[in-house]
Structure formats: structure tokens, C-alpha cells
């Protein structure tokens, strides 16, 4: 069993920044792939980035490349959503996610991922 826990969401201007962080608990978080995504009302929860156990690899979904960046540090089991350029269409519920197989992959299906935090909204006003 893993316990997430996202943070950091919030309120901001479009073309701003922020972060946010998942602390995680349970599970092994070193060995464990993890993801981000988003969710609009009425709208299929979206893929956004994922990152592998060793945070040596990345993916992430077109609409955020070059502005996003996804990281982690295990000695603190959190994983982490740098944000940057913020854009009114990345207004959502951000979600962390970790997937129970080989911590080697990178997941972008939401099927794929076993443990999912609570979420945190993120508005962008322009």
C-alpha cells in the first residue's frame, strides 16, 4: 500500500511558476515509477509526466514539454512538478500517481498507475 500526499497547488498568473510536491509513504518510494496528472471537470484524467525509479528518465506529455519538469528525491520520498509558464489551459486538479510493476518503466496510462493522492487544484488566471 502506498500513501500519497500532493501539495503546492494554488492560485496564479499565467506565465508564472510553481511546484508542486508528493510525499509519499508506504511502498518502497526508491524503487517505484511515478506520474503526474490532471483532471478538468468532465474531462478523462490527462497524462502530464511520469518518471522512473531513479529519476533518470523522463516523459512528458507534449502540452507541458519544455515548461514542466518532473524530479524526485528519495531520500525524501517525494516526487515533484516544476511548473513553469503557466498557461490559463493548465488550469486542473493535479494528481500524483505510483505504479505497482517495474519501477524501470515510464507509465503514461492512467490504468497503469496503483496509488493515486488526492489531488491539489491549480488555477492559472490570465
Known amino acids: 500500500q502506498v500513501q500519497l500526499v500532493e501539495s503546492g497547488g494554488g492560485l496564479v498568473q499565467a506565465g508564472g511558476s510553481r511546484r508542486l510536491s508528493c510525499a509519499a509513504s508506504g511502498r518502497t518510494f526508491s524503487r517505484t515509477a511515478m506520474g503526474w496528472f490532471r483532471q478538468t471537470a468532465g474531462e478523462a484524467r490527462e497524462f502530464v509526466a511520469a518518471?522512473?525509479?531513479?529519476?533518470?528518465?523522463?516523459y512528458y506529455a507534449d502540452s507541458v514539454k519544455g515548461r514542466f519538469t518532473i524530479s524526485r528525491d528519495n531520500a525524501k520520498n517525494t516526487v515533484y512538478l516544476q511548473m513553469n509558464r503557466l498557461k490559463p489551459e493548465d488550469t486542473a486538479v493535479y494528481y500524483c500517481?505510483?505504479?505497482?510493476?517495474?519501477?524501470?518503466?515510464?507509465?503514461?496510462?492512467?490504468?497503469?498507475?496503483?496509488?493515486w493522492g488526492q489531488g491539489t487544484q491549480v488555477t492559472v488566471c490570465s
Open positions: 500517481a505510483a505504479a505497482a510493476g517495474s519501477g524501470s518503466y515510464l507509465y503514461t496510462r492512467s490504468n497503469e498507475y496503483d496509488y
Open positions: 518518471i522512473t525509479w531513479s529519476g533518470g528518465n523522463t
